[in-house]
């Protein structure tokens, strides 16, 4: 089945400029998680999203960053004047949310790279 | 809240030989572990995953990891490395959500 996908794929944006990264998660799941990836670092927690509960913003880095999600359906995250520092590939990933609310194991999208200029 | 800490940046391995990554973890509670493995420029593939069934976890293209609650640990072994396995590997610790280590980039010489 179709998994995980992530548009753009890549994107190049002027610093100052808002960006909107879409998410699309795997039908069914109702977990999805955005994270970051800077050049050469690991994943950074950003946001998570489960069902209709509210959202654990906990790794959002600022105020610039949000993210939403309709439902159990399609999520976007967007970046209010991007700076230069927000370069960096951005990766969705969906999970079934087992039993006492363990997640099974994340599929990941193949990620938007933003270059902000 | 959990954390996960992969105790090597880097790794080097010559081909044919055994492979270990290691990683550590607290948790308030009794965890799901995963490890997942990112190619250059491809996406992330999981490995392998333990919840609470068998201690030691089989995965895919030969790897394996055991769960020691007693040293909160889950290091990812492979008896022979192949150069096919350079990349950069993730702990992958989770209760509510899933945190990710900073990786450890697998190295292999010919």
């Known amino acids: 089945g179709a998994g995980v996908s992530q548009s753009p794929s890549n994107k190049v944006t002027e610093k100052g400029k808002d960006v909107e990264l879409r998410c699309d998660p795997i039908s069914g799941h109702t977990a999805l998680y955005w994270y970051r990836q800077r050049l050469g670092q690991g994943l950074e927690f950003l946001i998570y999203f489960q069902g209709n509960s509210a959202p654990d913003k906990s790794g959002l880095p600022s105020d610039r960053f949000s993210a939403e999600r309709t439902g159990e359906s399609v999520s976007t995250l967007t970046i209010q004047r991007t700076q230069q520092e927000d370069s960096a590939v951005y990766l969705c990933?969906?999970?079934?949310?087992?039993?006492?609310?363990?997640?099974?194991?994340?599929?990941f999208g193949p990620g938007t790279r933003l270059t902000v200029t | 809240a959990q954390s996960v800490t992969q105790l090597d940046s880097h790794v080097s391995v010559s081909e044919g030989t055994p492979v270990l990554l290691r990683c550590n973890y607290s948790?308030?509670?009794?965890?799901?572990l995963f490890w997942y493995v990112q190619h250059p420029n491809k996406g992330l593939q999981l490995l392998l995953k333990?919840?609470?069934?068998?201690?030691l976890v089989k995965g895919i293209n030969g790897f394996e990891a055991e769960f020691k609650k007693s040293e909160t640990s889950f290091h990812l072994t492979k008896p022979s490395a192949h150069m096919s396995d350079a990349a950069e590997y993730f702990c992958?610790?989770?209760?509510?959500?899933?945190?990710f280590g900073a990786g450890t980039r697998l190295t292999v010489k010919p």
């Open positions: 948790s308030s509670y009794s965890p799901s």
């Open positions: 990933a969906s999970s079934f949310m087992g039993g006492q609310r363990i997640p099974y194991e994340q599929y």
């Open positions: 333990y919840t609470s069934a068998a201690t």
């Open positions: 992958v610790v989770s209760e509510r959500d899933m945190r």
